[in-house]
């Protein structure tokens, strides 16, 4: 008994649940897995490495559905890129993080729909006039890159701007089956996850930066541009990005100036850090939810659970407090 | 058909629908009307002003059900207010910020339910301890004071930590039908609710309050300590105060060092604008959720309709896109 609605419909989908495109975490193993277990995985673009997005890419070809995701002002910088991604003939292309407008017209024109995230209600008009088919309201508790507004605000937001032209999806904070249910209520059509995938047996990560979101807390995360600089990425505004608390981001929040100053010596030490598996400076990128993550399960495990429960709460058999099998949601002759 | 919880059955009320104590805004007016139309009105037990405490809870005495909250840091100051509340006979006293365990003996001694509100999983323990009936987990969307975390992140984590031991109300950012709706799927018992019912005819606040409540986006609120600076209330860690943005909180925001320094001359400018009711010096304080609000109606009306757009939400009657009856919500015979 899936969940049905306008998301599942135009994506041809069992379950309205969509992998986020996690830069190099989000490769072709995950999103054919989240895909094959009946949701929406979506490849990650990463940052315009050239090389790995054809082989990744290549991974996919025949394969569907499944997604590609793209940082826009990353992409406006190799906009040929889009070609190699349309050439394995996604269902859809997401874009975040800038305007969508230069790259739609090619997209739409591939048969691909156009998903845009967006952070704010002058970004989701932005998305409508270029054309986006679907519409991402992510808030700030997500993982790695967003802005300032909580998902329980900008969800209805942008549901109600959208007006029914396009399905909503709700991204920021979700990992159990009670977020999906709850976005739903918000008038969400579905979700996007990923930390909660990234915490997956066929996420890209490093098995101890999983093992870290597994142990997390909520209150383990930080939004900032500490890991960011640290590496010499500079976003515009108004973005930001929510990592795990780590030694380095512990020791540089506060300090932006001194690290902007120092950016060329600390980047060294970040990429050695990196390359060495060393968390407590390089960065695991994580959202709020890692307080819900409690293991590091198939990505079909995930998908299963989160619309078994979903569904079991949605249609009154089972309380969102574990365990229960209550009396019905509602009195008197309800669900 | 209304919705049944174990709030409502604890409280022995229609809707899991709570007025949350605002200041001086919850009077004894709002608080009846929010009661009389099948929710739970809570009077805000204010600074300290025990003639006002007086006066208003007269004006309970022998009404039923309500409650009283406090700010148990300054109830601390006097404690002796609380038997003035507890005389008024309320079905429940609330405490927020500050450890309740000091009260929770007299409260419960008096046949009261202690409420307590937590902003985090360690407030919560230090609550369940005291005694507490039933939590409140309060997200920082929430309008006056709070603290840093996310209703979607905060709320889960309380449910998961009461297991069921009391029932677990969401606050912050809840203004309509699809906020409770969609809390209830996070495992919420119910809502408390603040700026919604500022925004209402029965609240102590200023008209103009009102109508830039009813005016404003839920990009103009700002959380952080410039209000209660600018009139020398020093509130502990971790909590602040989210207010609509104001030519003042503009001003000062960025300089709270500076702000500190002169808060006796500040202090004089920001009374002086209170008393004239000029609200780009004084704060109003809102949530959020103001981006929900666009009306100023009598409270029962608020009340009734949270609570039928919950219902029809919850029962599948409804999709949560305004204005639409979908096909149903689960496909395949659900709901």
Redesign the interface.
């Given at each position: 008994?899936?969940?049905?609605?306008p998301l599942t419909e135009l994506l041809g989908i069992r379950h309205p649940i969509l992998s986020a495109p996690m830069d190099t975490i989000a490769g072709s193993r995950l999103t054919r897995a989240v895909s094959e277990a009946g949701g929406f995985g979506i490849l990650g673009g990463g940052y315009g490495d050239r090389g790995r997005l054809e082989t990744e890419t290549a991974e996919l070809k025949g394969f569907a559905p499944f997604g590609i995701g793209f940082i826009t002002w990353s992409l406006a910088k190799q906009p040929e890129l889009l070609d190699i991604a349309l050439d394995a003939r996604p269902q859809a292309i997401m874009l975040s993080f800038g305007d969508p407008a230069p790259f739609a017209p090619r997209i739409r024109a591939s048969g691909a729909r156009l998903i845009c995230q967006v952070q704010?209600?002058e970004m989701a008009r932005q998305a409508l006039d270029a054309g986006a088919a679907i519409l991402i309201a992510q808030?700030?508790?997500a993982g790695g890159h967003g802005a300032s507004?909580?998902?329980?605000?900008i969800v209805?937001?942008i549901?109600?701007l959208a007006?029914?032209r396009v399905p909503v999806v709700a991204a920021?904070?979700?990992a159990?089956g009670?977020?999906l249910?709850?976005?739903?209520?918000?008038?969400?059509s579905g979700v996007l996850i990923g930390t909660r995938f990234y915490a997956s047996v066929e996420a890209n990560g490093a098995q101890e930066a999983k093992e870290r979101i597994r142990m997390a807390?909520?209150?383990d995360t930080v939004r900032g541009v500490v890991a960011d600089w640290s590496r010499s990425l500079f976003w515009p505004a108004p973005f930001t990005a929510r990592t795990l608390v780590n030694d380095h981001i512990r020791r540089w929040t506060g300090r932006e100036i001194e690290l902007m100053q120092r950016a060329a010596e600390v980047g060294v030490e970040y990429a050695a850090a990196k390359a060495a598996g060393n968390f407590e400076v390089a960065a695991v990128f994580a959202g709020?939810?890692v307080?819900?993550i409690h293991d590091i399960p198939p990505a079909a495990e995930i998908v299963e659970r989160i619309a078994t429960e979903a569904?079991q709460?949605?249609?009154?058999r089972r309380?969102?407090?574990?365990?229960?099998l209550p009396?019905?949601?509602?009195?008197?002759?309800?669900?």
């Open positions: 008994m899936p969940i049905a609605t704010s209600e808030g700030t508790e507004r909580t998902t329980v605000d209805p937001a549901v109600d007006a029914e920021g904070g979700i159990d009670r977020g249910a709850a976005m739903m209520m918000l008038g969400a807390n909520s209150n709020e939810a307080g819900l569904e709460l949605l249609t009154g309380n969102s407090v574990r365990g229960v009396s019905p949601l509602v009195g008197e002759g309800g669900a």
